[in-house]
């Protein structure tokens, strides 16, 4: 079975090619670049250039690999949670291709799908705990199998990775800033003072993140360090806002894990899951534990069709389609679980 992923939720253009448990070939257009210019993703553009690059990536992916549009089987999209433009463009151009193909298509949870990312490479353990980190989800979730996903707690306010992006503009970093807060806190030779753990003195699985991003850019303040600061400077500051994020998520890792005790392992993805400090600390809570930790390979954290392919082909063997009315649904509003169950695929 071939399956093409689609993936077009927020600023990345990605399509890639799944088969038989392998991704074959993925591409991808990116529009940091573009997008940095305005210190965040401006939905309208957005949508413009996924139209722009949705049709020419796609004769790219199927020339370089050989292969007629008749030979893929099965389509798997993002429809959400996500920038609704975007998702549009994605689920128009996958449905399009489905009609005229005459093949299946499954719409894909893309919080979901960076949780089965980290099945690519290792068999994951269900049950077992996921943790999603962002630049707009903070998210942990029971896995029971691909299609059943519980959700134990959220973050009340920011993400984990708007912490990073917005302390980043703050200090004056280029838009998304925290793989360079990764590298900055890496290069520290010591951590500036503890910055505060949020939102652990309480009986929840929820996060929050706004006090901080708030008590990150007051100690810039205070440092002096607003606007242009050079990396030494910044480098301890760094160091300490990696350590009280990474801490801050696992401390309710550890509480999910205390209180589920069948489950059997943890699964950590999203854009944000390639963060050095997050990686080990997580890492070493679970050898702790004796229990399996996995996460994507730090290319396949960010997004990516991929994972929408491998997640997408993973519903459609067991069973899983949709119908060509199926939604795309925006950030905010719940995924319905919609997909009507028909066997065919082995
Ligand atoms: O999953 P993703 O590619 O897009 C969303 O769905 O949001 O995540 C992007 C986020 C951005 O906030 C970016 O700053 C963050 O991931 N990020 C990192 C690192 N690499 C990317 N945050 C911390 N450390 C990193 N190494
Ligand atoms: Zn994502």
Redesign the pocket.
């Known amino acids: 079975m071939i399956c093409l992923g689609i993936e077009t939720?927020?600023d990345e253009t990605a399509l890639a090619l799944w088969r038989q448990g392998r991704i074959v070939d993925a591409v991808l257009a990116s529009q940091a670049d573009l997008h940095a210019i305005f210190g965040g993703v401006v939905p309208e553009m957005a949508s413009r250039e996924h139209l722009r690059f949705i049709g020419p990536l796609f004769d790219e992916l199927l020339a370089r690999n050989d292969l007629a549009p008749q030979a893929i089987d099965l389509i798997a999209v993002t429809r959400g949670p996500g920038l609704l433009g975007s998702l549009l463009v994605g689920a128009a151009f996958a449905k399009a291709l489905a009609l005229a193909l005459n093949i299946p298509i499954i719409g894909v949870n893309h919080l979901h799908a960076?949780l089965l990312a980290c099945g690519l490479k290792n068999e994951i353990p269900f049950p077992c705990l996921g943790l999603v980190v962002?630049?707009?989800?903070t998210e942990l979730y029971r896995m029971q199998s691909p299609r059943e996903m519980i959700r134990l707690g959220r973050t009340l306010d920011d993400a984990a990775?708007?912490v990073?992006?917005k302390f980043g503009q703050a200090v004056g970093l280029p838009y998304?800033?925290?793989?360079m807060?990764?590298e900055l806190g890496r290069e520290a030779s010591h951590a500036d003072q503890p910055l505060p753990r949020p939102y652990l003195d309480n009986d929840n699985l929820d996060f929050s993140f706004s006090g901080l991003k708030t008590a990150a850019i007051a100690r810039a303040r205070a440092l002096g360090l607003l606007c242009g600061a050079n990396r030494a400077a910044l480098a301890p500051l760094a160091r300490s806002l990696n350590e009280a994020a990474a801490h801050a998520l696992c401390a309710k890792v550890e509480r999910a894990l205390a209180r589920n005790a069948d489950l059997r392992g943890l699964c950590l993805a999203?854009?944000?899951a390639?963060?050095?400090f997050i990686r080990q600390t997580l890492q070493d809570a679970m050898r702790a534990r004796r229990l399996p930790f996995l996460a994507p390979d730090i290319p396949l954290?960010?997004?990516n069709a991929a994972m929408i392919a491998h997640a997408g082909a993973l519903l459609a063997q067991a069973g899983l389609r949709h119908g060509l009315e199926f939604e795309a649904i925006p950030r905010g509003r719940p995924i319905p679980d919609d997909a009507v169950c028909q066997r065919g695929f082995a």
């Open positions: 939720s927020c960076h962002s630049g707009g989800h990775g708007e990073f992006d998304p800033a925290g793989r807060l990764d999203g854009g944000v390639a963060n050095s954290c960010a997004d």
